[in-house]
């Protein structure tokens, strides 16, 4: 190697290394700290092992690189009603499934002598459809198929289909009434007792409201259970809805009238209310409930009553409905928990106990499993 040769590779050498001292003093000026600082830090670092190594500041040159921000909750938008009818068809025909199959096997067979209409009878029973629907349904099938002359299942099954929709309703009015007087708000009163889904049912039903574009605000009226309140503000909150509330075990007409207020003087289309659900038995109770809506309706009117009734109840839902319609004018039923049970005659039975149609049910536990009644998609699930 040439003398040249060897100044050459000393002088590129020298140039390097000189240009990565001066980088490293650069950067040791910008993002050390002061020297006590430092010793601080060693001698926590030889100290205690076991923490985690001190964080130094980052680089100046480096601020402005985009740094990902912790995750934070945001508001959701939630499925629009008409979307989830397909699953929740599915679902239901799935889960009710038992029911359907259970009639068609009857109306299946060749001749449908006493014992076949008294088993389609206990069918129709066990299914919560009730005693006197039952008997309508049977006698108007026999006297039907006896007039018709039908034999063929798939006419049978076409027959049955028509009569279960006739005494499910299908021209009954099932939309959830939210238009209040004078450019105030809608308001609606949720009631039932504790147990069947009522403030995860007010929960769901704001998310409804929201899919279609509607503001709301919910007023977190059952004061004796400080859970109610604290899980129906965390349902508003994923949907970016406000929620009303006052102390536990305050007086839950006083923050209905809060509730509305707020919507009257924010303007919102709709003020959800829910109403403590003790058990129905409790005469002090329903004169609270009574009180919750003569109160709100000072201000305006309460446009919808929803029932929430556990459909896994049978009997002793309708008595919860029969009590409950005796203290408030109840305009609509919501069932819940018609997943996973062989319980959908209780529709009928409800609405014969009441006279007031079943506007949206329950079928699972997701979010948004809560979706407008359609008798017709009820039947045929039922039927599938």
């Known amino acids: ?200 049912t007010v929960g769901r039903l704001a998310r409804v409201l929201v899919a279609q574009d509607r503001s709301v605000v919910l007023g977190a009226a059952d004061t004796f259970r400080a859970a109610a309140a604290d899980q129906l503000q965390t349902w508003g909150e994923r949907v970016g809805v406000p929620t009303v509330r006052g102390p536990e075990g305050g007086d839950p007409a006083s923050v209905g009238f809060d509730a509305v207020q707020r919507g009257i003087a924010d303007g919102f289309d709709v003020v959800l209310v829910d109403t403590a659900g003790r058990l129905h038995t409790k005469s002090g109770l329903m004169d609270e409930l009574g009180k919750v809506k003569r109160v709100i309706e000072k201000q305006a009117r309460v446009t919808e009553v929803l029932l929430v009734i556990d459909a896994t109840t049978g009997q002793n839902g309708l008595t919860q409905a029969r009590v409950f319609s005796e203290v408030v004018d109840v305009t609509g039923i919501v069932l819940t928990k018609l997943d996973g049970t062989a319980k959908g005659g209780i529709v009928i039975a409800v609405q014969r106990e009441l006279g007031v149609p079943v506007k949206f049910v329950g079928l699972g536990e997701g979010v948004d499993d809560l979706a407008p009644f359609d008798a017709e998609e009820f039947v045929d699930a039922l039927l599938a």
């Open 1 to 200: 190697m040439t003398t040249t040769l060897l100044l050459i590779i000393i002088a590129a050498a020298v140039v390097v290394l000189g240009g990565g001292i001066a980088l490293l003093v650069g950067r040791g000026r910008a993002e050390l700290p002061p020297p006590s600082v430092l010793d601080e830090i060693t001698e926590e670092t030889i100290e205690h092992p076991e923490h985690p190594e001190p964080h130094l500041e980052d680089d100046p040159e480096e601020a402005d690189v985009p740094v990902a921000a912790p995750a934070t909750d945001t508001i959701e938008r939630p499925e629009a009603p008409a979307g989830r009818l397909a699953r929740l068809r599915e679902r239901l025909a799935r889960s009710q499934g038992g029911l359907g199959k259970g009639l068609l096997a009857v109306l299946g067979r060749g001749t449908l002598d006493e014992a076949a209409w008294e088993e389609l009878e206990d069918t129709l029973l066990t299914a919560d459809v009730g005693v006197a629907p039952t008997q309508e349904l049977v006698a108007n099938l026999r006297t039907r198929l006896r007039a018709e002359g039908v034999v063929d299942p798939a006419q049978a099954r076409t027959a049955l289909r028509e009569e279960l929709l006739a005494l499910i309703g299908p021209s009954l009015d099932r939309t959830l009434s939210t238009v209040g007087d004078e450019g105030k708000p809608g308001v609606v009163l949720v009631v039932g007792v504790n147990g069947t889904g009522k403030t995860t």
